[in-house]
């Protein structure tokens, strides 16, 4: 079984600042593909971000960067220069390499304040 | 058109109703999911279909029943539905059910059972 953990429900942060939102995980698999989705107001799911397990080196997408610790499972997304738009349901998200499944945290609300 | 298209938007049945949500998707994907997202719970994988493969979550009443007469669209048909089944119903898309590929989401379907 594999479990994603998103331990703060909500978040605020001022316009242009920078705010990290923290997402731990728990997989018996060393093969593994790590996600984070943004679902705005109009609903849809966006992907943001993805990780591969098996890479070092943290994600990068322009403003948006992931705080990759394979040991500590643990799978952080740091927003930079935060933007009014980026106010959305922040989910990360845990597939296996082997698997079909991609299970999802409980979410982080973000609020970007002007 | 393009992307993952989600029909209705939204519905409201009483629970001896039958209806149908339809998902179609323009992305030359193989594999299509229905996900249930709830208040305050993390979204529940309902179905996956594959080329390889149909997977559902066991957990899933049988009052739902899926359909995917082909690569592009998927239904899933509710008959007498439960208040508690009421819900954000989205569906998404991949190419391939497995490992790094990232899903595609809709729009979603909010549904209400009265």
């Known amino acids: 079984a594999q479990t994603v953990t998103q331990s703060q429900p909500e978040m605020s942060v001022q316009e242009a600042e920078t705010v990290t939102l923290s997402c731990t995980y728990d997989t018996s698999e060393n093969n593994y593909y790590l996600f984070w989705y943004k679902q705005p107001p109009s609903r849809q799911m966006i992907l943001v971000i993805r990780?591969?397990?098996?890479?070092?080196q943290n994600a990068t997408e322009n403003r948006f960067s992931v705080n990759f610790q394979k040991a500590a499972k643990s799978f952080s997304l740091k927003i930079s220069d935060s933007q009014l738009g980026d106010t959305a349901m922040y989910f990360c998200?845990?597939?296996?390499?082997?698997?079909?499944?991609?299970?999802f945290g409980g979410g982080t609300r973000l609020m970007v304040k002007p | 058109e393009t992307g993952v298209t989600q029909t209705p938007r939204h519905l409201v049945m009483g629970m001896t109703n039958k209806k149908s949500l339809k998902c179609e998707q323009h992305?030359?994907?193989?594999?299509m999911y229905w996900y249930k997202q709830s208040a305050k719970k993390p979204l529940e994988l309902m179905f996956v279909?594959?080329?390889?493969?149909?997977?559902e979550n066991n957990s899933v009443p049988s009052r739902f029943s899926p359909e995917c007469p082909n690569s592009s669209h998927l239904f899933l048909h509710l008959h007498t539905l439960q208040p508690e089944d009421s819900a954000l119903y989205l569906c998404?898309?991949?190419?391939?059910?497995?490992?790094?590929?990232?899903?595609?989401f809709g729009n979603g379907t909010r549904l209400t059972v009265t």
């Open positions: 998200a845990l597939r296996n390499n082997a698997g079909n499944m991609l299970t």
């Open positions: 279909y594959s080329l390889e493969e149909r997977v």
């Open positions: 998404a898309s991949s190419q391939g059910a497995r490992g790094q590929s990232p899903l595609h």
């Open positions: 990780q591969e397990a098996y890479k070092q």
């Open positions: 992305l030359g994907h193989n594999a």
